[in-house]
């Protein structure tokens, strides 16, 4: 199972990003899809994740301004990110956890490579 990011980028404060991200592999589903993201010093954190059911969750310090989204059929799993802050700067990553493939369930997390979001002030 691979997951590949798209988008991230460089964008003024009040701005918007897009990150999508891609699950490929012999995937039958994944239970849940999700972002986190990680700065200098810090622990990865939780940013949203969302359900194969369309149960989401999210940071606190996100509620409001991003919006998580997916397409269970596609394996895909969107991240808009409205009135950015400076403080929304990181490394932002792409998760999969419960992933079924034929014959197997893995608990173990998948990750894509990082996506660096860049919020001017």
């Known amino acids: 199972v691979q997951l590949q990011a798209f988008g991230g980028g460089l964008v003024q404060a009040g701005g918007s990003l897009r990150l999508s991200c891609a699950a490929s592999g012999s995937i039958v589903s994944i239970n849940v899809m999700g972002w986190y993201r990680q700065t200098i010093g810090k622990q990865r954190e939780l940013v949203a994740a969302?359900?194969?059911?369309?149960?989401?969750n999210y940071a606190n310090s996100v509620k409001g301004r991003f919006t998580i989204s997916r397409d269970s059929a596609k394996n895909t799993v969107t991240l808009q990110m409205n009135s950015l802050k400076p403080e929304d700067t990181a490394v932002y990553y792409c998760?999969?956890?419960?992933?079924?493939?034929?014959?197997?369930?893995?608990?173990?997390?998948?990750w894509g490579r990082g996506t660096l979001v860049t919020v001017s002030s």
């Open positions: 998760n999969a956890e419960g992933v079924h493939i034929p014959g197997y369930y893995i608990t173990d997390k998948y």
């Open positions: 969302t359900t194969a059911d369309g149960v989401t």
